[in-house]
């Protein structure tokens, strides 16, 4: 275990600033006094000191922020405050790092560098410069030190993660597990070309969409040749933060509100397009990092945090969106358990019971009065009141909904983020059907089921074979064996014809694929399609009629 008792100037500061604030449990702790139940600060107390902390633990608040899976609204909505501003490192020493990153000399690689940084942070400052070709660009240079710093503090905070598991946090949450998550991020940060790559991806992504016009977002560009672990050049783009944007009336009619709405269905599709689709997204949409540029176009910035959704999770989501618009609570709860890392979840029952206590005040309102990410962290809430333990990216996905639903709601009031994702609805369930492309999809369900007509003689024969043989005894009685063998031989039969009319239709669509107009072959293929459909129907009207869909 870490300790913090060592006399360190550090730590010794980190003990003033939690006994400066108030955090009275871990200063009876610390002080070797005897604790009260073990509880963590208050949402405003834990921001309070990781402010007085420094910068590094600012970081800590804000990917903390990021974790509704793991606390309440409060502490969320509190650290979501937290703002990464710092004062600017002089350019004497910024300049030193940027010499030191280049290969060649920086009078030789830039024409012009401004010395007053355009934005400051814990990890990094930006400058705005110019390109010996002419080309501006942004540079984001990492802080001088800062790497040794984040060392140091890194170890503090594991040392502080082992004493909070025995808060009320504890027995519910792996907090060492936690510290090293962050420890990761924070270490990831300090490498620019893990964030340039990211860039790249997220460029490359939106650069083509059926949803939105590509020529519309824009993503920074990445300067590879002069990008290394401690400084990023990539693209200048003349703008402003999209809240401080400004709109006219235009010569064609449009409104200033059209124009908005435009803007902000953009911005939403960009992004459901990233969660739903690609499953690699901009987890940070804060109006920061989304700017509205001069030629009208919008862009996205820092591209530093970044989610993944496996194929498998974007199913369960896009169900769980689906689930929350129908208000339905039995289907939220078969997700929630899908989602789950792991569970002490004794009583299914209890779950849908908590779903359907936190859908019912939804059931009379209309669905521009929900708050979508809202009723998210709600389900995350059940979900951690359960004992359920979701990945660590659900925590990101769902603060990525939020900050866009923020976002977008204050850009734009009257804008409803299930009323912008309904359209999209049947597209996303089509592309989980039958992915991107249909005819693959329908050529290699029919070989599946090519390949169960063949097993499936071979199959029953081996299991009649050893029903009659005394290899396998059943407790069955004689007189039960005959309505078991029937079922048996309509199960076999509705295959065989199922079959049948897939074969039909697959030939005919091959056959029409390779018809002229008007030709012999298009009237056998509309001859097969109606031969099939009419099968078809008949089957289904059978099994409907026997009373055994189920």
Same mark, same amino acid.
């Given at each position: 275990?870490?300790?913090?008792?060592?006399?360190?100037?550090?730590?010794?500061?980190?003990?003033?600033?939690?006994?400066?604030?108030?955090?009275?449990?871990?200063?009876?702790?610390?002080?070797?006094?005897?604790?009260?139940?073990?509880?963590?600060?208050?949402? !405003?107390?834990? $921001?309070?000191?990781?402010?007085?902390?420094?910068?590094?633990?600012?970081?800590?608040?804000?990917?903390? *922020?990021?974790?509704?899976?793991?606390?309440?609204?409060?502490?969320?909505?509190?650290?979501?405050?937290?703002?990464?501003?710092?004062?600017?490192?002089?350019?004497?020493?910024?300049?030193?790092?940027?010499?030191?990153?280049?290969?060649?000399?920086?009078?030789?690689?830039?024409?012009?560098?401004?010395?007053?940084?355009?934005?400051?942070?814990?990890?990094?400052?930006?400058?705005?410069?110019?390109?010996?070709?002419?080309?501006?660009?942004?540079?984001?240079?990492?802080?001088?030190?800062?790497?040794?710093?984040? !060392?140091?503090?890194?170890?503090?905070?594991?040392?502080?993660?082992?004493?909070?598991?025995?808060?009320?946090?504890?027995?519910?949450?792996?907090?060492?597990?936690?510290?090293?998550?962050?420890?990761?991020?924070?270490?990831?940060?300090?490498?620019?070309?893990?964030?340039?790559?990211?860039?790249?991806?997220?460029?490359?992504?939106?650069?083509?969409?059926?949803?939105?016009?590509?020529?519309?977002?824009?993503?920074?560009?990445?300067?590879?040749?002069?990008?290394?672990?401690?400084?990023?050049?990539?693209?200048?783009?003349?703008?402003?933060?999209?809240?401080? !944007?400004?709109? $006219?009336?235009?010569?064609? &009619?449009?409104?200033?509100?059209?124009?908005?709405?435009?803007?902000?269905?953009?911005?939403?599709?960009?992004?459901?397009?990233?969660?739903?689709?690609?499953?690699?997204?901009? #987890?940070?949409?804060?109006?920061?990092?989304?700017?509205?540029?001069?030629?009208?176009?919008?862009?996205?910035?820092?591209?530093?945090?970044?989610?993944?959704?496996?194929?498998?999770?974007?199913?369960?989501?896009?169900?769980?969106?689906?689930?929350?618009?129908?208000?339905?609570? $039995?289907?939220?709860?078969?997700?929630?358990?899908?989602?789950?890392?792991?569970?002490?979840?004794?009583?299914? *029952?209890?779950?849908?019971?908590?779903?359907?206590?936190?859908?019912?005040?939804?059931?009379?309102?209309?669905?521009?009065?929900?708050?979508?990410?809202?009723?998210?962290?709600?389900?995350?809430?059940?979900?951690?009141?359960?004992?359920?333990?979701?990945?660590?990216?659900?925590?990101?996905?769902?603060?990525?909904? !939020?900050?866009?639903?923020?976002? #977008?709601?204050?850009?734009?009031?009257?804008?409803?983020?299930?009323?912008?994702?309904?359209?999209?609805?049947?597209?996303?369930?089509?592309?989980?059907?039958?992915?991107?492309?249909?005819?693959?999809?329908?050529?290699?369900?029919?070989?599946?089921?090519?390949?169960?007509?063949?097993?499936?003689?071979?199959?029953?024969?081996?299991?009649?074979?050893?029903?009659?043989?005394?290899?396998?005894?059943?407790?069955?009685?004689?007189?039960?064996?005959?309505?078991? $063998?029937?079922?048996?031989?309509?199960?076999?039969?509705?295959?065989?014809?199922?079959?049948?009319? &897939?074969?039909?239709?697959?030939?005919? #669509?091959?056959? *029409?694929?390779?018809?002229?107009?008007?030709?012999?072959?298009?009237?056998? *293929?509309? &001859?097969?399609? #109606?031969?099939?459909?009419?099968?078809?129907?008949?089957?289904?009207?059978?099994?409907?009629?026997?009373?055994?869909?189920?």
């Amino acid at each position: 275990m870490y300790s913090l008792t060592q006399t360190t100037s550090r730590q010794r500061e980190i003990l003033e600033v939690v006994f400066r604030n108030g955090w009275d449990y871990m200063r009876r702790l610390l002080s070797g006094g005897k604790p009260d139940e073990p509880k963590l600060p208050t949402p !405003a107390v834990l $921001r309070n000191i990781l402010v007085d902390l420094g910068p590094v633990y600012v970081k800590l608040g804000q990917l903390l *922020s990021t974790r509704p899976d793991l606390l309440s609204a409060d502490y969320i909505n509190e650290l979501s405050l937290l703002q990464d501003d710092v004062p600017p490192v002089p350019w004497s020493q910024i300049e030193i790092v940027i010499r030191q990153q280049l290969s060649r000399p920086m009078e030789e690689v830039f024409a012009t560098i401004n010395p007053q940084a355009v934005a400051a942070g814990s990890i990094a400052q930006t400058h705005k410069a110019t390109l010996a070709d002419g080309r501006d660009v942004a540079l984001k240079v990492q802080r001088p030190g800062i790497d040794v710093v984040i !060392a140091q503090d890194i170890s503090l905070i594991k040392g502080v993660a082992s004493l909070v598991t025995f808060t009320d946090l504890g027995p519910d949450i792996d907090i060492v597990a936690l510290a090293d998550e962050f420890s990761t991020a924070l270490l990831a940060e300090l490498d620019f070309t893990k964030e340039a790559a990211n860039t790249n991806q997220l460029r490359q992504n939106v650069s083509k969409s059926r949803w939105y016009d590509p020529t519309q977002v824009v993503i920074p560009e990445i300067y590879w040749e002069f990008t290394t672990e401690k400084l990023l050049v990539m693209e200048w783009l003349d703008g402003v933060p999209l809240l401080l !944007a400004e709109f $006219r009336e235009e010569s064609n &009619g449009k409104t200033v509100d059209v124009r908005r709405r435009e803007i902000t269905r953009l911005l939403c599709r960009v992004f459901f397009q990233q969660l739903y689709i690609d499953g690699f997204f901009h #987890a940070d949409p804060h109006p920061g990092n989304i700017f509205y540029l001069k030629d009208g176009r919008v862009a996205l910035l820092d591209c530093g945090m970044v989610g993944r959704l496996d194929p498998r999770t974007q199913q369960i989501v896009t169900e769980m969106l689906l689930a929350i618009v129908n208000i339905d609570a $039995r289907r939220c709860s078969q997700l929630t358990l899908q989602l789950a890392e792991s569970a002490t979840l004794t009583n299914v *029952s209890n779950l849908e019971n908590d779903f359907e206590k936190l859908l019912r005040k939804y059931y009379n309102l209309n669905l521009s009065q929900i708050n979508f990410s809202q009723v998210f962290y709600e389900v995350l809430q059940v979900a951690r009141d359960n004992k359920i333990r979701l990945p660590s990216n659900m925590g990101l996905y769902s603060k990525t909904l !939020a900050n866009l639903e923020g976002t #977008a709601r204050r850009f734009d009031p009257e804008m409803n983020l299930i009323e912008e994702i309904k359209p999209l609805m049947t597209d996303l369930f089509r592309r989980q059907l039958f992915g991107d492309e249909p005819l693959q999809a329908l050529l290699q369900t029919a070989l599946d089921v090519k390949s169960l007509s063949l097993e499936s003689p071979r199959q029953v024969e081996l299991l009649l074979n050893r029903i009659t043989s005394e290899t396998l005894k059943w407790n069955i009685k004689t007189p039960d064996i005959i309505p078991f $063998r029937r079922s048996l031989e309509n199960s076999a039969n509705r295959l065989s014809f199922s079959v049948v009319v &897939g074969s039909l239709i697959i030939g005919a #669509a091959i056959i *029409s694929s390779n018809a002229q107009t008007g030709g012999g072959l298009s009237l056998l *293929s509309n &001859g097969l399609f #109606a031969a099939a459909s009419f099968l078809g129907l008949w089957l289904v009207v059978s099994i409907l009629r026997s009373g055994r869909l189920r």
